[in-house]
């Protein structure tokens, strides 16, 4: 273990919590901190490398987690950071009216590029777009949520809408009927990157390889999501696409490492939609690609992010 220095410039209330869990097989650049008895401890100074053993070392000691200071990365001159908290008290909130028809036009035209062959199926997933709408106008702080997102990272807000509508196509395509169950997944698509709320501007539009310390901020997004949302009343289904829209059936995403089988059926769904959604849209650092090219893509290089079942529904989905 490396040796312990008081740090006397922060508090812990200042820092911000990071899974150990999260650092396994990684190295960071940046100071890490244990909390030991409220006062923060430096533990680890840059560069550091997290092997497995440490980690179940700190573990034993009685360690989940250790904080940093988000405010001491180099190069640190955005202020956005920690300031952006959504309203989310218990405040009569007016209905944000353009954030609901950004929802509304978003979902219509996405739907529009797709093959959605059962005059039932495509009224059934404009009956879970409707309700969609309706949901967020009865719940406004929620969507107060989602208008902060549209003025901090605007690609990501269209962007969940596009996988919101993607999801619900390919979720009743795979033969979720259930209109309760299809307003659980759109839900969870369109709120699935909400966590984006607490990472820089700066580093979600950055467009060259990400510092170490980045890619901790970006990597606590699906947790972040979690956290921001807690104040609502959202559905175990909901919930878990949040957290596990990044795992991966090859057991290498995050935060939990899940396999196959453990990530829910509804998460690998939203999964492939918001790789697909990303591969689609026009991005700075990125080709954008046509549908088809799109899904060849993901067959040929991404096959191990995404499972099968929900691409062979995407498939059908976006065939002429
Ligand atoms: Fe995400």
Same mark, same amino acid.
């Given at each position: 273990?490396?040796?312990?220095?008081?740090?006397?410039?922060?508090?812990?209330?200042?820092?911000?919590?990071?899974?150990?869990?999260?650092?396994?097989?990684?190295?960071?650049?940046?100071?890490?901190?244990?909390?030991?008895?409220?006062?923060?401890?430096?533990?680890?100074?840059?560069?550091?490398?997290?092997?497995?053993?440490?980690?179940?070392?700190?573990?034993?000691?009685?360690?989940?987690?250790?904080?940093?200071?988000?405010?001491?990365? /180099?190069?640190?001159?955005?202020?956005?950071?920690? @300031? #952006?908290?959504?309203?989310? %008290? +218990?405040? !009569? *909130?007016?209905?944000? &009216?353009?954030?609901?028809?950004?929802?509304?036009?978003?979902?219509?035209?996405?739907?529009?590029?797709? /093959?959605?062959?059962?005059?039932?199926?495509?009224? @059934? #997933?404009?009956?879970?777009? %409707? +309700?969609? !709408? *309706?949901?967020?106008? &009865?719940?406004?702080?929620?969507?107060?949520?989602?208008?902060?997102?549209?003025?901090?990272?605007?690609?990501?807000?269209?962007?969940?809408?596009?996988?919101?509508?993607?999801?619900?196509?390919?979720?009743?395509?795979?033969?979720?009927?259930?209109?309760?169950?299809?307003?659980?997944?759109?839900?969870?698509?369109?709120?699935?990157?909400?966590?984006?709320?607490?990472?820089?501007?700066?580093?979600?539009?950055?467009?060259?390889?990400?510092?170490?310390?980045?890619?901790?901020?970006?990597?606590?997004?699906?947790?972040?999501?979690?956290?921001?949302?807690?104040?609502?009343?959202?559905?175990?289904?909901?919930?878990?696409?949040?957290?596990?829209?990044?795992?991966?059936?090859?057991?290498?995403?995050?935060?939990?490492?899940?396999?196959?089988?453990?990530?829910?059926?509804?998460?690998?769904?939203?999964?492939?939609?918001?790789?697909?959604?990303?591969?689609?849209?026009?991005?700075?650092?990125?080709?954008?690609?046509?549908?088809?090219?799109?899904?060849?893509?993901?067959?040929?290089?991404?096959?191990?992010?995404?499972?099968?079942?929900?691409?062979?529904?995407?498939?059908?989905?976006?065939?002429?």
């Amino acid at each position: 273990m490396p040796a312990k220095t008081l740090e006397k410039a922060s508090s812990i209330e200042s820092l911000r919590p990071l899974e150990l869990d999260e650092l396994e097989g990684r190295t960071t650049d940046f100071q890490l901190y244990l909390d030991i008895a409220g006062k923060p401890v430096l533990y680890a100074d840059g560069p550091y490398e997290w092997s497995i053993a440490e980690i179940e070392k700190l573990h034993e000691d009685g360690f989940s987690v250790l904080f940093y200071d988000p405010k001491a990365r /180099n190069n640190a001159d955005s202020l956005e950071y920690g @300031k #952006i908290e959504p309203m989310i %008290d +218990d405040a !009569v *909130v007016e209905v944000p &009216s353009e954030v609901l028809s950004h929802v509304r036009d978003g979902l219509s035209s996405t739907i529009a590029t797709l /093959n959605v062959q059962s005059p039932v199926s495509a009224a @059934k #997933i404009s009956a879970v777009f %409707d +309700d969609l !709408v *309706v949901f967020l106008t &009865s719940y406004p702080q929620l969507t107060a949520v989602l208008r902060d997102l549209s003025h901090h990272d605007t690609y990501t807000f269209f962007h969940s809408i596009r996988t919101c509508a993607l999801s619900v196509a390919i979720a009743e395509d795979l033969g979720v009927k259930d209109e309760d169950h299809l307003h659980d997944i759109a839900l969870g698509a369109v709120l699935h990157d909400i966590g984006h709320l607490k990472v820089e501007r700066e580093i979600l539009e950055k467009q060259g390889a990400l510092t170490s310390m980045e890619w901790v901020q970006v990597r606590q997004h699906p947790r972040q999501s979690i956290e921001l949302l807690e104040e609502f009343e959202i559905s175990p289904t909901t919930k878990a696409i949040i957290i596990q829209h990044h795992e991966r059936p090859d057991g290498k995403g995050y935060p939990f490492s899940l396999t196959c089988d453990e990530i829910c059926p509804e998460a690998r769904i939203v999964n492939l939609a918001d790789i697909f959604a990303a591969l689609t849209s026009p991005r700075p650092y990125q080709r954008q690609l046509n549908k088809t090219s799109a899904v060849a893509f993901i067959r040929q290089n991404l096959s191990e992010f995404v499972a099968p079942v929900p691409l062979a529904s995407l498939e059908t989905l976006i065939a002429d």
